[in-house]
């Protein structure tokens, strides 16, 4: 599940700039999972709570995704009715985090 090791490597992450001294997530092994999950968020397969938790991963890893986030600009307001008020705080403060405009 691309959620769960988005979120694994970002905790690896944090926990790396607290001094652990474990290796480093690769760059392009995030990217390939983003790009994974743009797949999912386009085709309308992705659980809000999945896409919260992305969006938030990514955010903590500072790592931005244009193809995703501008997918997730499409998915959001129209699956907004599935969205918990957790899931639309989560996107918002990984937006936040990475100073995504709320309009192109």
Known sequence: DVALLLNAAARHSEAKELGSKEMAID???????ANRFDEEVRAAR???????NVVDALGRLQQRHEDLFEAMAEFV????????PRDI???MVA?????EPDEP
């Open 27 to 33: 760059s392009a092994a995030i990217d390939s999972l």
């Open 46 to 52: 992705a659980s809000p709570r999945d896409a919260a």
């Open 77 to 84: 307001p129209s699956h907004i009715d599935r969205f918990g």
């Open 89 to 91: 705080v989560g996107v």
């Open 95 to 99: 937006y936040g985090r990475l100073r």
